[in-house]
């Protein structure tokens, strides 16, 4: 059974481009979250998707910032314009539905570069 | 959610048990105990998780105090492969869809060879 699957592992973009992010969950996983950690500091929640619905989008930017969790495919971490504040690893972690008590399966990150 | 607190860096010897302390003096009736590590250039990674009883994995042991107010993560025989940043984090379980985790500082340990 495959690991919650991020690509790509490495990105580097010029500032005003657009970053995507993917995040392909676990088999059977139809909870997705997204999370940031900047140099030297700690994990900060994101955002939180079922399929099809953003569930707790609390951790997101106001603005260039947008997630998507579509019936089909992966989850779909956008931010347009990045600034070199954006540089960061973005992780993605994934859980079952139904199991209130299952744990977060996260995967080894984009590691986002803004020149 | 409730919060932890860590001690920001532990140190220990290679093949040497490891007790991670956490102090949680704020946690709720509903509220479990999650333990997450991350090494070096990757992904949090799922440890141990408990609600009042101690727990044991292939991983290690969770010890939770009886008022629930601490707990420790215990590795039996440290490898050098533990070297990694350990968080204890509360999540609750108290009602709607959000099971998100919020990650603290966590305790950075070391092991010495």
């Known amino acids: 059974n495959a690991g919650v699957m991020q690509n790509p592992r490495h990105l580097v973009r010029r500032r005003g481009q657009e970053a995507r992010l993917r995040c392909s969950p676990m088999?059977?996983?139809?909870?997705v979250y997204w999370y940031r950690q900047l140099p030297e500091e700690g994990l900060k929640f994101m955002v939180y998707?079922?399929?099809?619905?953003?569930?707790?989008e609390s951790g997101m930017p106001k603005e260039r910032f947008s997630a998507e969790f579509p019936k089909e495919g992966p989850s779909i971490l956008r931010i347009q314009q990045v600034v070199r504040g954006d540089s960061a690893a973005y992780f993605c972690?994934?859980?079952?539905?139904?199991?209130?008590?299952?744990?977060?399966?996260f995967g080894n990150g984009t590691r986002l570069t803004v020149t | 959610d409730a919060k932890t607190t860590q001690p920001n860096s532990m140190e220990s010897n290679e093949e040497e048990p490891v007790h991670l302390p956490c102090n949680h003096s704020t946690i709720s009736g509903t509220d479990y105990i999650h333990w997450y590590r991350q090494l070096p250039s990757q992904g949090p990674e799922y440890v141990i998780h408990g609600l009042t009883s101690n727990v044991n994995n292939r991983m290690a042991s969770l010890a939770i105090a009886e008022d629930r107010k601490s707990s420790t993560l215990i590795l039996h025989r440290a490898t050098l492969r533990d070297a990694a940043v350990y968080y204890c984090i509360l999540r609750d379980y108290s009602g709607g869809s959000n099971y998100k985790l919020t990650f603290g500082k966590g305790t950075l340990l070391t092991v010495n060879p």
């Open positions: 998707l079922q399929k099809e619905n953003i569930i707790d």
């Open positions: 088999k059977g996983h139809s909870h």
């Open positions: 972690a994934s859980s079952p539905p139904g199991v209130h008590n299952s744990p977060l399966h």
